[in-house]
């Protein structure tokens, strides 16, 4: 995989797409029609005010070069009809790890500085486990805080 830096601070998901499929993130910006700049939430302050993009998108994107995008959740719990008790699923780790070692894809999740971030991964050729981040950084997935992951099948 190779690393490739976001164009501004709101576009990660795209720039993480980008490195999965092995294109400039510029194309994957033209094939979504739009640069995620527009600013949507006026109290918000930078880059949070910003459109972004959506997840959704990049299945979109995916699915057009033929690739099936898989998103799974990092830890399946279950809870109550009230959300008041929430138990996490024994094999939540487990499952998660076999997924990562077989298929590249996008880390959803935080930043170590605790932002909401979007980060590029591959378990091919990838000895010490590196995530690609966007923002010019490739460090240990377990620095990075994930939700879940948009893996390719």
């Known amino acids: 995989?190779?690393?490739?830096?976001?164009?501004?601070?709101?576009?990660?998901?795209?720039?993480a797409a980008a490195m999965v499929l092995g294109v400039e993130p510029r194309i994957v910006i033209e094939y979504l029609q739009h640069d995620g700049s527009d600013?949507?939430?006026?109290?918000?302050?930078?880059?949070l005010c910003r459109q972004g993009f959506h997840l959704q998108e990049i299945v979109d994107c995916f699915?057009?070069?033929?690739?099936?995008?898989?998103?799974?959740?990092?830890?399946?719990?279950y809870s109550d009809p009230l959300n008041i008790n929430v138990k996490v699923h024994q094999e939540s780790e487990r499952r998660f790890?076999?997924?990562l070692s077989k298929h590249s894809g996008i880390l959803l999740?935080?930043?170590?500085?605790?932002?909401?971030?979007?980060?590029?991964?591959?378990?091919h050729d990838n000895p010490d486990s590196l995530v690609f981040d966007p923002r010019g950084d490739k460090?240990?997935?377990?620095e990075f805080n994930i939700e879940g992951a948009l893996l390719c099948f």
């Open 1 to 15: 995989m190779e690393m490739m830096l976001q164009p501004n601070a709101w576009s990660c998901l795209p720039t």
């Open 39 to 47: 600013i949507m939430f006026e109290q918000l302050p930078e880059p």
């Open 63 to 77: 699915l057009h070069v033929g690739i099936i995008p898989v998103y799974i959740e990092a830890m399946v719990t």
């Open 97 to 99: 790890k076999d997924y």
């Open 109 to 123: 999740g935080q930043h170590k500085s605790g932002v909401d971030h979007a980060v590029a991964w591959s378990p």
């Open 139 to 142: 460090y240990p997935i377990s």
